[in-house]
């Protein structure tokens, strides 16, 4: 029992940065941009994260609100990258796939090398403690489980209602469905499709910028070149099981980091099972949803993918 209590514990924010990054390809998705370069955004965002509090840290203590600006400009700098991604597919048409794999080896090149030049090497940093809801994360097991982490844990939960209405229930969630189903009809009503599209981009960027520095600064309190992991192609792979629904998308999320984090308790059992079964297990399991999953699975926006030219009108 406290095995599966201590592997669901840390399934919720074992999930964040997936559930963060995956919310922003959603929004990438929902407009018609399909944006592989997702890892070398997170990859940024998790570098800048770490490197204002352990650069502060250097002269003393590191207060927490330093922790805050680090996330703070994380997600500026996902958000320009997602716009310079813009520039890229939406502005000059650039296949989507190939300059997204460009945007992913050019983040996590950039954030290792400024890192082995800032940093030189692996360092701790204090990071963001836990900030357990009083009251809640009293409840025996219940609390444990959800209410005993850092606050950006339950920002990222809470966020997902937030992201269903600003999709479904907004005006510009609205105009990013439009112009990701049907961007003629869209620009024939008076929106502008390019706009639209280079928004949606920009709040993709900053969420994956923000999941990044969410595991630099909350969850492992570090940097390294190997950080993400594949998180970035995980968090593509999620919104297609969530069939570009945040809801979905968060249960995909858990399950994922569920299987995460049951590698990494088992492992700690002493198990005679080399540790690269358990390793591979939660991108098995992935796989094995997707392939069950595809053939129930709605189409995407109708124009993912496709480059939207106005001059052009067949």
Not at 116 to 145: A, D, E, N, W, Y
Not at 176 to 193: C, E, F, K, W
């Amino acid at each position: 029992m406290d095995i599966l209590i201590n592997i669901l514990s840390m399934t919720v924010p074992f999930s964040v940065a997936l559930l963060l990054a995956s919310l922003g390809e959603m929004f990438n998705q929902r407009s018609g941009v399909f944006n592989l370069g997702c890892e070398g955004i997170m990859a940024v965002g998790a570098f800048i994260g770490m490197l204002v509090p352990f650069s502060v840290g250097q002269g003393g203590a590191v207060a927490g609100g330093w922790n805050w600006l680090g996330l703070l400009l994380a997600c500026v700098a996902g958000a320009l990258l997602g716009l310079l991604f813009g520039l890229v597919v939406v502005t000059f048409r650039a296949p989507q796939g190939i300059a997204g794999i460009g945007l992913q080896m050019f983040g996590v090149g950039v954030a290792g090398t400024l890192f082995r030049h800032f940093v030189g090497g692996t360092q701790s940093i204090p990071g963001m403690s836990t900030t357990p809801i009083p009251l809640l994360s009293k409840i025996p097991v219940i609390g444990r489980i959800f209410f005993s982490h850092s606050i950006i844990v339950y920002l990222a939960f809470l966020f997902v209602p937030l992201a269903w209405y600003i999709l479904f229930k907004t005006p510009w969630g609205l105009r990013v469905r439009a112009v990701g189903t049907h961007p003629r009809a869209a620009d024939s009503m008076g929106i502008n499709v390019n706009r639209t599209r280079y928004e949606a981009l920009a709040v993709g960027g900053a969420l994956a910028g923000l999941a990044g520095a969410y595991l630099s600064v909350c969850q492992v309190k570090m940097f390294s070149d190997e950080l993400i992991a594949g998180r970035g192609f995980i968090a593509v792979a999620l919104v297609y099981f969530g069939h570009w629904n945040p809801v979905k998308i968060m249960l995909g999320a858990l399950l994922f980091s569920f299987a995460q984090t049951i590698q990494y308790n088992v492992q700690g059992l002493g198990m005679n099972v080399p540790y690269e079964f358990f390793v591979m297990l939660p991108y098995v399991v992935v796989v094995v949803v997707l392939a069950f999953t595809s053939r129930n699975q709605k189409t995407g926006p109708a124009a993912l993918g496709k480059p939207f030219n106005r001059e052009m009108r067949t």
